[in-house]
Nanobody
Framework: QVQFVESGGGLVQPGGSVTLSCVVSGSIFMLNGMGWFRQAPGKEREFVAAITWSSGFPKYADSVKGRFTISRDSTKNIMYLQMNSLKPEDTAVYYC????????????????????WGQGTQVTVSS
């Protein structure tokens, strides 16, 4: 089983930046991919970005493309989400999650294909 500890959230002004971290522990050999999702109050959890663990290939939701950057350091078992040009609509609890299935079957954006989830970190974009 894989466990996560997320950090880096907080209050940010519109147009500002913040970097989220997700430290991974446990059965890391099972990782084939990881993702960031977010959930705003009253809304469903939505895909933000994902990355393949071995090659570091990224995927982004259209709403964050060009503003957010996902990366991972496989030597330290940490995944990051650099968030720039933040907007009030980016306000949400951000979760990291892992994908342990077949690499060729990884669709990135479906929450149901992820195995384990972190506890979430709040990001609030407000002036």
């Amino acid at each position: 089983q894989v466990q996560f500890v997320e950090s880096g959230g907080g209050l940010v002004q519109p147009g500002g930046s913040v970097t989220l971290s997700c430290v991974v522990s446990g059965s890391i050999f099972m990782l084939n991919g990881m993702g960031w999702f977010r959930q705003a109050p009253g809304k469903e959890r939505e895909f933000v970005a994902a990355i393949t663990w071995s090659s570091g290939f990224p995927k982004y939701a259209d709403s964050v493309k060009g503003r957010f950057t996902i990366s991972r350091d496989s030597t330290k078992n940490i995944m990051y989400l650099q968030m720039n040009s933040l907007k009030p609509e980016d306000t949400a609890v951000y979760y990291c999650a892992d994908y342990e299935g077949n690499r060729n079957s990884f669709t990135y954006a479906a929450a149901g294909e992820y195995e384990s989830w972190g506890q979430g970190t709040q990001v609030t974009v407000s002036s």
